[in-house]
């Protein structure tokens, strides 16, 4: 294992980046697709469709798995892709001010030149815009340190539907004269304006990276591991659970062999991101040689090269192989609270196995997040792949559970929707709608239920 | 739910002592003073006070800074001090259920008793609710490390002024299942909603507390300490920087001497909170002779104790005795981006010092976070008092700042909004206002101007 330097910023792929063909509703062709260059053409854009009633399929990178981005009869797009300039990177206090068409790529390598670092990071990295990130509130494998986009966002701008423009570009995290406007376009999905410039937050750049691969006997034991790590590696960057059919699956797709001679229930892939390397393996060692000894875990191995490292990841990075094994699927972006993550999941198992015998059940997922992930498939037929959504969202609302995790609602969620908000948020989010785009031209038919 | 009469059960609290004479808006005998016991309770009071538009002052703990808990002539008193039971702490995921008026103390003990640990702090913790501390997202010495208020929420259920109760008591923090309605409360210091229940995210309990204080030639260095420190100490909990006027002023009322030969423009108070006392004092150790060597500190003196940390920290919290020795004084709570801080201190410096020549102007303040900290005083004559404050606030726009970092609006700076909201967010809030609160019942008269 070595020092990392500057690779350390491209960990593996992340979830689902190529489950379009589940997740996506059709697109049609726009009527217009507008690509405004300033802030300002963004307002005269809106103001002018707004007048004239002109819906509007609001577009980033068009990596949402939602089908959120896709045009519908009658819409004309609002591409933010013309607006991706890094404004200004601030290396005193780690902030960046970007356009809203910056991809996360650019600002990851734009915030590593200057010895910064973005830690957001999804496998659309290359693609995805900021903007994108900011109306979906990203996620990824590093939440358990950082925190979701939401996290990292400072300061805002954002055009309302009539064109009016609210600037708050701020670069400090304590600000509480008014009300913290942001936070209502944050996670939105467009449905209430359109992000045009962002304020960010960096990090320090680590410059090593531990990953290990645990082995557990059942997901109680994977709680009590992330309490344990959590207590004693401030450095720990990504808490990955995976189920043995997920991880045996993945890995004969791959062609890989598990680094263990027996196979177990559970499987927590770990990683640490720190500045130096003997520090963090030393406490990644102790932890887990205290995980042993308490039981926690079966079994560990330590990743001792980078190529090990990646070697560990492919495992859990073997969605987009088995996405295409499994076709038609369906892949499942849900969170439930830790203590019933463990019935969930024998309840699904049981359930989907009785009635989709001749199916795969594939469960992993962010458990420090509570985030879970289930791949289910093949259905050849379109009606038993609904009946699934159907039975698989009623279990997790039967478990207090969230039907998107990450991936936010759009047009294919859209429908569920009530079985993760009740009447009552229903109804306010469509008041919001109607307060602040009152002709319904952002974004319509999405999210929100008719 | 009885008769309204019944719940007149006490005559107000008074204000808290601290910087009260600055602060603290004179409040006047309410109507009636209404102590719900139930969510349910709650409800029935904001609609019954809805349908007769009964103004009301929501109180929680009574702590707060600007006067916003205060009741004007012609309100009722909504406390939420009976509301005050923890629910539930899941100690697997580290999560407590409680209702609204539970104090910060309350819950920081049970937190421990479980073995977690709460990390929002702050002076009034044995009287401050959280469900104050949600609505008007409370800071604190810890922000640099695990954030605001805000970010501690998972889940919140809000009585909406028709009475109307919105319950989303989640418990992960993963959840893009539609617009996140949570966020829209906090913060906005009881104008949209009354927040009677809480789902708080602890954290690991730390058992080793390592504290230092360093003395530095500008603050230009404080800021490459910040970065430096952050890079290297994932434990890093406290950087608070105190200007040399400040910690002799605030030494010399407390009887204290200064651990340097020398004295120094700056000095910077740092603390790590770990699980291993030895780890955290060689990490600190190392990354202070590294800004030693780098000429980023002149000097640093590590505690050796506990009580040596203690008295390392009064230093910095000699905020009462300076408040009561400077008295009638003037308390600030502002905000500034990290490269224009030290321009702004200077210039307020020379401004200050010109304008009110037998005032001490004190700064400090907490550096990771933008927020900025002055004492200024004392003031015999109030409208010098009002000068300075219009002076300040003023110079706070020209850098872009925020008029309040921490404290809120309430009523005491609704006047001095304008100069960190435009027209065009002023006009949002309004709205929002109008919304959630047609009669506007809510806390009137207070945070958004008139």
Redesign the interface.
Known sequence: MRELGEHIVRPPRSLLETAKDWSAAPSSPPLAILEPRSSEEVSQVLAFCNRLQIPLAIQGGMTGLVGGANSMPGEAVLSLAKLNRIEHI?T????ALIQAGVTLEQLQNAAEEHDWFFPLDLGARGSCQLGGNAA??A?GNR?IRY??M??AILGLEVILADG?????L????????????K??F???EG?LGVITQLVIQL???PTARCTALCALDGLTKS?QLL?LL???L??LSAFEVMWSDYVHESARLQGLALPFQAQYPIYVLIETL???LSLSVSAVENALQQALLDEVILDAVLAQSEQQAQKLWSYREGVSELLTALKPCAAFDV?????KMQALVLDLQEELTNRFKEQHHLFFG?LG???LHLISGPYPDPEDLHALEELTYQRIAAYGG????????GVV?REF?HH???K???D??A??KK?LDPKSILNPQR??PS
Request: no cysteine.
């Open positions: 601030d005193t206090a780690g902030t979906t509130n996620g939440v925190g979701m939401r996290n009016t423009r609210l600037e708050r701020d670069t400090v995290i304590k600000n509480n004269a008014g009300f913290d406007l936070q209502l944050i996670g939105s449905q990090q320090p750049r709680t309490k959590k207590g004693v401030p450095e720190g500045h130096d969170s439930v609270s830790l203590p962010h997040d509570g985030n969230s039907i998107s995790a990450e991936h936010g609602i969620k929707l993760s908000k009740s009552e948020e229903i306010l989010m008041q919001l307060l999210v929100i």
